[in-house]
C-alpha cells in the first residue's frame, strides 16, 4: 500500500513539473499567430552585380497580387504562395520565404544572372545567363558584351555563354571586347574597346560532348587571345592601334592583317 502512494506521489509530481513547464514556456512565448507583420526584410543575393532584381519591384510584385506581408496577420500569410510568385519571375532562380518568432517575414532571392545580351540580325534582343537560358529584355541596363549578327536561339545557347564568361572572367579582355560578332558561317569576331579594328578569331570548337565543350571552348580562347595580347604588346604599341583595320587570328603560325585605309 505505502508503494502504491509513494509511485502515485512521484506521478503526481511529474505531472505536475510537466504542467509548470508548459505553463511557463506559453507564457514567455505569445502566441505567433496574434501577431501582424511589421517588417518584411528582402535579400537579393549578387544585388550589385549586373541582375536585373530590385526589392521596389519584388514588394510591387507581391502588393499587386495582395499576398505582401507588410501589416497583415501571421496567421493569414501564406510563405510558400509568396515563394511560388516570386519564382515565376523570369529573373528568379530560387526564393524562399519564411516565418520569424518575431513576427518578421524573411525573404531570400538568389537571382539569374545574365552573362551576354543577344540581338540578332533576325531581330532577336535577350538576355543569356551563364548556363544558357534565355532572359527577356529588360528596361535595365547592365554593362555586358553585346552579341550581333547571324545567332540562331541554338547557337546562342550553346556557344554564346561559353565565350561571353570567359571573357568576363578576364580582367583585361573584360574592359576591351564590347561586342561579339556571329558571320553567316560562324565565323567569331570580336570588337574592341580601344584601337579601330575588328579581330577575327575563326571558328569555335564544335559541340560533340557536352562535358568537355566548356574546356575545349576556353582553351580555344586562351590561345587565341595570348596571341592577341602579344600582337598588342609588340606590334601595334609600336605602329599604332589604329593601324590596322582588321586583325585576323584563324591560323595558329600567322597573324593576317588588313591595313586601315584611312590612315
Known sequence: M???KKTLMILLDVLLAVYLIFAVTSFNQPDVSAKVCKKVPIDIQDENTNGFLNKEELRH???KKKIYPLEKPVCEINPRRVEELLKSSPFVQSAECYLMQNGHVNIEITQRLPI????SEEGDDYYLD???GILPHSHYTSDLIVATGHISRAFAASYLPKVATWIMGHELWKDQIVQINVLHDLGIELVPRVGEHVVFLGY???LRKKE???EQVEKFLAAKLDRLMKFYQYGLSK?????YSYINLEFDNQIICKKNKNI
Open 116 to 119: 551576354v545580351r543577344i540581338k
Open 239 to 243: 605602329v599604332g592601334w589604329n593601324k
Open 130 to 132: 551563364d548556363n544558357g
Open 212 to 214: 568537355r565543350h566548356r
Open 61 to 63: 510584385l507581391l502588393e
Open 2 to 4: 505505502r508503494i502504491w
Open 204 to 206: 569555335l570548337p564544335e
